[in-house]
């Protein structure tokens, strides 16, 4: 397959509003692939590098982009040519290696079209949004092969990836379909969640989407964990459905404690202290990302769900029956709290979810699930049956700077750097967001942010601004970061609304910040 047509297919699925249109384009894309494409094209349409990095930053980027190099007309680079050049990429290492990635970028830029080019600035830096979601192009994969866009979804919960059903299905048909099981060693996709604003919203939309009882579990602010055991061997996938059971022997002890020779678990592991509450998330997460060694961070692992046990697959079993199964093979402490709600319209039986979750806060835990006890486990989908409740911290910062963006963004100051007011009247910066950003406040802040302009960086790529403009930003909560001066940044920052109403003297403090990273 041709670069250009994804390149294509990308700017008419981003370009279009109608759901038909979208998934009739991806059809077409599909038609166009090999069975030996279906996992890269897959990958490249969700956004994503298969070497998920490739060590070149955004002014490597830029410059390659930027070179100078008249583009084709005639669009030659394939699809298979591009993973290839960026796997040379990624391998590269040792010294001089900056200059050679930059130099093969070069190579890979200089054989690209204009719209080749967009379309790689994207994919590379992270930034490709173009609304090919999964549930789309899983339908346009029906599509193009003449199946039952059920019975490709279904395929894609239980193979573990999009690509892994297109190459199967391409090559062999819809009968391919009917290889995709559960099967114990086998990753299958997350089920998701839905976001409410509380535990009473939460609670309402339930009872009218799935009426009948309904859980409320603690939230953990861990790492989410599919464990399957088959007899002495176990393997922890996580949600990207890496295999990480080497770097988990807690894991496998857990595992082993199950009442059942086989079994696949959804769960988390986290990193508590001596009293039990949760230590911050980057210890969590440093502890999972590194090998298992003496004196090595403990972690706890909790399991929520049961998908498989002994053979038999739960997965379209009611909540109730899977967690009844959960509790009977693993011990109590290895399953997450939670109480049920019979009755959700009963006031006495929400104000008791309402003090459980104010438990749960107070032991530092960032929220609850509600879930209804009369649904099947949704693999892969983010359904009706979830949702999550957590409080929504926000501040109010300053523009430091901001970034030009690119594609449906060009021509406009998107990439925000943001920053906290210190003790000397100055300001320090604590991270970036282009998140929640509509067309209007980008036209908007653009404009503004050309008139405080007092600078330029990285080649003209970041525009730096008088310290006077003041967002409203939403975030999850504050972690560790060396990247910023005060060693601290924002989790999942996203844009509110712009307080005009605010001057930078108003702004929240660095202080104010650091008192939330616990």
């Known amino acids: 397959m041709l670069m250009a047509d994804l390149a294509a297919t990308s700017r008419e699925v981003a370009g279009t509003a109608a759901r038909s249109a979208k998934i009739a384009a991806l059809a077409r894309l599909f038609a166009l692939a090999e069975p030996e494409e279906a996992e890269v094209v897959t990958t490249y349409l969700a956004g994503r590098l298969p070497q ?27 699809v298979p040519a591009v993973d290839r050049a960026l796997e040379r990429i990624a391998a590269v290492k040792g010294k001089g290696s900056a200059a050679e990635r930059r130099r093969l970028l070069g190579e890979l830029m200089a054989a690209a079209t204009e719209e080749e080019r967009d379309f790689l600035f994207r994919l590379i830096s992270g930034e490709l949004r173009q609304g090919a979601l999964d549930a789309l192009a899983v339908e346009g994969l029906a599509q193009a092969v003449g199946a039952a866009p059920e019975e490709v979804r279904r395929a894609v919960m239980l193979g573990g990836s999009l690509g892994a059903v297109a190459r199967a299905v391409l090559a062999e048909g819809p009968a391919a379909l009917g290889e995709f099981r559960l099967v114990v060693g086998r990753p299958v996709q997350p089920m998701l969640a839905q976001s409410a604003v509380d535990l009473d919203e939460a609670l309402d939309r339930l009872a009218r989407q799935v009426p009948g009882p309904v859980a409320v579990e603690e939230k953990l602010d861990g790492i989410r964990v599919q464990v399957h055991r088959d007899g002495e061997e176990v393997r922890v996938y996580t949600r990207t459905l890496d295999e990480i059971g080497a770097r988990l022997p807690e894991v496998r002890a857990a595992a082993m404690e199950l009442a059942a020779e086989r079994a696949v678990l959804d769960g988390e592991v986290i990193a508590l202290d001596a009293a039990g509450r949760p230590r911050p998330f980057q210890e969590t997460s440093g502890r999972v990302g590194t090998l298992a060694g003496a004196g090595g961070l403990p972690l706890t692992p909790v399991f929520f769900d049961l998908l498989a046990v002994d053979g038999r697959d739960l997965l379209d079993l009611p909540g109730g029956e899977r967690n009844a199964e959960l509790a009977r093979i693993a011990p109590e402490p290895r399953r997450v709290r939670r109480v049920v709600v019979s009755d959700p319209a009963d006031a006495g039986e929400r104000e008791a979810a309402r003090e459980f979750a ?22 892969g989908r983010r359904g009706a049956a979830w949702l999550k409740v957590k409080p929504v ?24 750097h943001l920053g906290a007011r210190r003790e000397d009247g100055g300001f320090s910066m604590l991270g970036k967001t282009f998140k929640g950003l509509t067309d209007a406040m980008l036209a908007w802040q653009t404009e503004r942010l050309r008139e405080l302009a007092v600078g330029e960086e990285e080649g003209g790529w970041v525009v730096r601004v008088r310290p ?13 970061s060396p990247r910023y001066p005060e060693g601290v940044t924002l989790r999942f920052a996203r844009v509110v609304r712009y307080r005009e109403d605010k001057s930078a003297a108003e702004a929240d403090t660095v202080a104010s910040v650091l008192a939330l990273l616990r």
């Open 468 to 480: 006077e403009l003041v967002v409203e930003v939403a975030f999850d909560g504050v972690q560790r």
């Open 52 to 78: 998920r990095r490739i060590g070149v930053g955004w002014r490597a980027l830029g410059e390659a982009r930027a070179a100078g190099v008249a583009a084709p007309e005639v669009p030659t680079l394939t």
């Open 393 to 416: 911290h926000t501040l109010d910062l300053v523009v430091l700077a901001a970034e030009w963006g690119h594609g449906r963004r060009t021509g406009k100051l998107s990439n925000l």
């Open 358 to 379: 104010r438990r749960v806060l107070e032991r530092g835990h960032e929220g609850v699930m509600v879930k209804a006890l009369g649904a099947a486990y949704s693999a």
